[in-house]
């Protein structure tokens, strides 16, 4: 019974973190469209070569962000790959694209905060006590009992 709200949790968490970057994909989006009838009106007048196209830098800036944001999540993360990053910086390497800081782990820090901030019994305690009851109240009358409920009347 008690692996049951650790696991809304997770949903919840994995939901809301879901929606933001979705959020920051749209606005980015936004921007990068009419920028990109830009670049490329500049190529075309400019005759602009590969290597010096607008159009192409922005694409590249376009990949990157992609790869910041993770929105699917297809580029895993875990604490090592961060220790590895730091390491080759040090070490004067470049690091991997795949390893600079991301979206998740801006997440992570949230949720580490949050987390310092419950600890020590702030607000976010009794949210989640809130909300977690709340959950427990939806569960008890899932959406099929309260339709069956409502074809009998």
């Known amino acids: 019974m008690t692996d049951k709200p650790a696991s809304r949790w ?67 993360y875990t604490p090592d790959d961060a220790n590895k990053s730091e390491e080759r910086t040090i070490s004067g390497q470049e690091g991997d694209e795949n390893l600079q800081k991301n979206a998740d782990q801006l997440f992570d820090k949230i949720e580490d905060l949050i987390r310092e901030q419950s600890a020590k019994g702030g607000l976010t305690t009794s949210a989640k006590s809130t909300l977690d009851g709340v959950l427990q109240k939806l569960a008890n009358h899932p959406v099929s009992k309260i339709s069956e409920k409502d074809k009998a009347d």
Not at 30 to 47: E, M, V
């Open 10 to 76: 997770s949903i919840f968490k994995k939901l809301v973190i879901f929606q933001v970057k979705l959020a920051f994909d749209a606005l980015r989006d936004l921007f990068l469209s009419p920028i990109s009838f830009g670049c490329a009106l500049i190529d075309i007048i400019k005759n602009n070569p590969d290597e010096q196209s607008y159009f192409k830098k922005l694409m590249t800036f376009g990949g990157k962000t992609d790869l910041w944001l993770n929105l699917f999540s297809q580029h895993d």
